[in-house]
């Protein structure tokens, strides 16, 4: 019974260890369903987060908030569509970016962006009437 309460002692420190070292979101990224699914779908949609290359400050706000850890502001600062499968395009980026770089778009049929959103995209929240 010892030996099986080390393992598993050593097994749980192992397994936060490797949690945060996973950015915290080891479920979400390898054993999730409905990730597979979306990683699926961000391979072949034609939706894309497109970037102005001229407007990027660089302030890493963007990356800051992903929740998926991508590094958006590598694809900002180079003016390339977001072709990352991880992203659900959750748009916090695109909300957080402080001069509007970050666009949603889609790629036409040979391969040029068509912008379909100049809104600034805003996180959901409740609306409160008085």
Request: net charge positive; aromatic share 12%; with cysteine.
């Amino acid at each position: 019974n010892y030996v099986w309460f080390v393992d598993l002692f050593f097994a749980g420190i192992i397994g936060v260890g490797l949690y945060w070292h996973f950015s915290g979101r080891v479920w979400c990224r390898f054993a999730c369903p409905l990730a597979a699914l979306m990683n699926i779908y961000g391979r072949f949609s034609r939706f894309r987060i497109f970037s102005e290359k001229e407007k990027c400050i660089s302030c890493n706000v963007c990356t800051s908030v992903c929740h998926q850890g991508i590094d958006v502001m590598n694809f900002a600062n180079r003016g390339l569509a977001m072709a990352d499968p991880q992203c659900v395009r959750c748009s916090a980026c695109i909300g957080s970016c402080p001069t509007g770089v970050l666009s949603f778009g889609a790629l036409s049929g040979d391969g040029k962006e068509v912008r379909l959103d100049r809104l600034e995209a805003k996180s959901p929240a409740l609306a409160v009437e008085r």
